[in-house]
């Protein structure tokens, strides 16, 4: 059995671990009798991180704020031998990932000696040193995980990428058939998703712009509209929902629901609108239909893989610049 250590403790939000996923999937392909350890930090939110990466074997919590913690942390870390040591650094280099890869057991230890124009200076550590040049060639997210482990084999075709989907239980199916008949009785017509919310305030769409757009899609295509909201969404879900209620406009929130029952209601969606936030790639994850509005820069990095995907992006840096206009006449093309 290939014992594999895979440290990344500064990020494991929803978004960035979607992304990870082909990367564990590669591992898993070239070393099916592989023992997969994931060294993450801890959440803010309820996410079942093995459930949502089935690829993970063990799940190592980083916690730095006690003595006694961060010891116990090292113990752990230092009981086994790995036969590989993966730090796949995607947005910069984390001097705690390569301490930690330092103080590992390996016997082969990958990382980055360069990320774009940063230089790693812990990269003695490693034994095998990439350099990446992503900021020029736009690279995705998904593609900076793949490359993190390209020396060792571990590769991933676009199409195998797009056929992944979210693994759900026959509950969390039927909990998604019967929340979808229960709120939108008439199969006929069509379900739009919206998620106004975003975790970077930079990321959000005005609400007066998703008021305007649910207007014209509900003449247009008398369609249901569903709205999902988050932990940290309240306030301009609360604002939406104010407006849509003025204008006598019918529609159906979720807020806070289960990672694993959401992605089961969108997947039956005809549509999902948002920015770019977590719940966009958990949507595309589920084989939902999206459309995205970005900042200048982002769809080439974030852009969700596993699906139908569009976007409209910001000719500035203000995502504000988009009009409704133009994510209307998007949405034509679905």
């Not at 895979?6 to 990020?11: A, D, E, K, L």
């Not at 930690?100 to 990320?115: C, D, E, Q, S, V």
């Not at 060639?137 to 199409?159: E, N, P, W």
Request: aromatic share 12%; hydrophobic share 40%; net charge positive.
């Amino acid at each position: 059995m290939t014992e594999i250590l895979i440290i990344r403790p500064q990020s494991i939000q929803l978004g960035d671990t979607i992304c990870s996923l082909p990367m564990f999937k590669a591992l898993k392909k070239k070393y099916p009798e592989s023992f997969i350890t994931f060294v993450g930090c801890p959440t803010n939110y309820d996410v079942k991180l093995k459930k949502l990466n089935p690829y993970l074997d063990e799940v190592m919590i980083f916690r730095k704020d006690k003595l006694k913690t961060l010891l116990d942390f090292i113990k752990n870390l230092r009981k086994k031998k790995y036969d590989i040591v993966v730090v796949p650094s995607t947005i910069r280099i984390s001097w705690t990932s390569y301490m930690i890869a330092f103080l590992a057991k390996g016997k082969l230890k990958i990382g980055f000696k360069r990320i774009d124009e940063e230089k790693n200076k812990l990269s003695f550590v490693l034994d095998v040193k990439e350099e990446a040049v992503w900021k020029k060639d736009k690279t995705h997210q998904v593609y900076r995980f793949l490359d993190s482990v390209k020396s060792i084999g571990c590769s991933m075709a676009l199409d195998e990428i797009k056929n992944m989907r979210i693994g759900l239980t026959e509950e969390e199916k039927q909990f998604g058939l019967k929340y979808i008949s229960e709120n939108f009785p008439d199969a006929g017509k069509p379900i739009f998703g919206f998620h106004p919310g975003a975790g970077e305030k930079e990321n959000i769409w005005n609400v007066i712009n998703y008021f305007e757009l649910i207007k014209r899609i509900c003449e247009k295509y008398n369609s249901y509209i569903l709205i999902t909201s988050g932990y940290v969404d309240g306030e301009i879900t609360a604002a939406l929902e104010s407006r849509l209620k003025e204008a006598g406009i019918k529609y159906t929130c979720i807020s806070n629901m289960d990672t694993y029952n959401l992605a089961s209601v969108l997947s039956r969606l005809k549509l999902y609108v948002s920015a770019d936030t977590g719940v966009m790639h958990l949507a595309a994850y589920s084989g939902a239909d999206t459309l995205t509005v970005f900042r200048s820069g982002k769809p080439s990095e974030w852009l969700p893989l596993f699906n139908n995907a569009k976007y409209i992006e910001s000719k500035t840096g203000n995502i504000n610049d988009i009009t409704v206009e133009e994510v209307f006449e998007k949405i034509k093309e679905f």
